[in-house]
């Protein structure tokens, strides 16, 4: 913190001395062009003494801004604020430089210094210097301002969706004992077998947790690992179609979102039904947009899945999308017919 402080202050005085140091070289410059001649001694002199003038000026009201906090202040609150400082500025390096004129050799004559014309003239041109200054100083911050609340902003983003995935993983694992935990006295056999599938899972998902996106293909491992898993317990209850489009691959997906809405499928829909049902994961690809389709078996009614509400996945599903695409991402549930409930996700690809 310390150093980052220190940073900004040496950038400060090094762009102070390096701009006014320039304003001066401008004025000897286009006073000899002027005159077509060498410039004097006493004239440059002058003319480094005016800059010196200038930065001590906007150095002090750089301090008064600050004491006032004048950056927190709207443009609108600003602006009049700025252009009345800039002109109080302007006649008051105008008066400062009266003693340096005489020193030098500018003026002889006090009353060419006080003339209407002469104090009006050079304090215009002063005042837009100054008000350049302020200008660049307050869009130096505005901008730094709005970088911090970016970076805030993004921070607050990355912890909610932290606490999103934190929600996922208990919820999940909690879900799956329970299936082993059904399988142990029934089938031993099936339950190591259900066991082996459940650590792929969690060894996967422990690479994942550091993750805001994953690859589709990873995600789609998870969930064919899942629904094997699934299908230890419902057996021939349980029927799975998957129909991916090729270029499927080419995206990224948040980590564990199509296994959540699987799961929610199966849970509030398929395990309902005594029969049992059908879950289908099905992708289109259509002008750089994924379209991910999860049908399965069961009925919602005004939006709420028949017996049972649909929980958190649903939930937690809406707000990551929101998060991490804002209004570039599309998620809804509708009843597609009487047997089947259809969830469908839009999101567009990120390079």
């Known amino acids: 913190m ?7 202050r040496r950038l400060y005085w090094l762009l102070q001395i390096s701009g006014w140091s320039a304003y001066a070289f401008l004025q000897i410059m286009l006073s000899m062009l002027a005159n077509n001649q060498v410039i004097t001694w006493s004239r440059a002199i002058f003319f480094l003494a005016e800059a010196s003038l200038f930065m001590m000026i906007t150095h002090v009201f750089r301090l008064y801004l600050k004491k006032h906090k004048w950056i927190s202040f709207s443009i609108t609150k600003l602006f009049p604020r700025v252009l009345l400082a800039s ?41 837009v210097f100054f008000f350049l200054w302020s200008t660049f100083y307050f869009t130096y911050h505005f901008i730094e301002k709005y970088n911090k609340s970016l970076k805030y902003e993004a921070s607050m983003i990355e912890i909610e969706l932290n606490n999103l995935k934190s929600q996922l ?10 299936s082993i935990r059904a399988l142990v006295d029934e089938n031993p056999t099936k339950s190591k077998q259900a066991i082996n599938q459940l650590s792929n899972i969690l060894r996967n998902s422990l690479t994942f947790e550091k993750k805001g996106l994953t690859k589709f293909d990873d995600e789609l491992k998870i969930v064919k690992d899942y629904l094997s898993l ?20 080419k995206f990224r997906v948040p980590p564990f979102m199509i296994q959540t809405l699987v799961e929610n499928g ?10 049992g049902g059908t879950i289908q994961l099905k992708t289109v690809v259509e002008e750089d947009r994924l379209k991910i389709c999860i049908r399965n078996s069961g009925h919602y009614v005004n939006g ?4 049972k509400s649909s929980g958190l996945g649903i939930k937690n599903t809406m707000q990551r999308l929101k998060l991490l695409y804002g209004d570039e991402a599309s998620f809804r549930i509708v009843n597609e017919n009487n047997n089947f409930v259809l969830t469908e996700i839009i999101i567009p690809q990120i390079h």
């Open 87 to 127: 002109a109080i500025m302007a006649i008051a390096v105008y008066i400062l430089r009266i003693p340096l004129s005489f020193i030098t050799g500018r003026v002889s004559v006090i009353e060419t210094i006080f003339s209407l014309d002469q104090v009006a003239g050079l304090s215009a041109v002063y005042m």
């Open 230 to 249: 699934e299908s230890v317990r419902f057996e021939e209850r349980l029927r799975t179609d998957i129909d991916i489009h090729p270029d499927s691959s």
């Open 266 to 275: 199966i849970k509030h829909g398929i395990s309902k039904l005594t029969q």
């Open 169 to 178: 993983n208990p919820h999940f694992i909690f879900n799956a004992l329970n």
């Open 304 to 307: 709420v899945r028949k017996g």
């Open 2 to 8: 310390r150093s980052m402080i220190d940073n900004k």
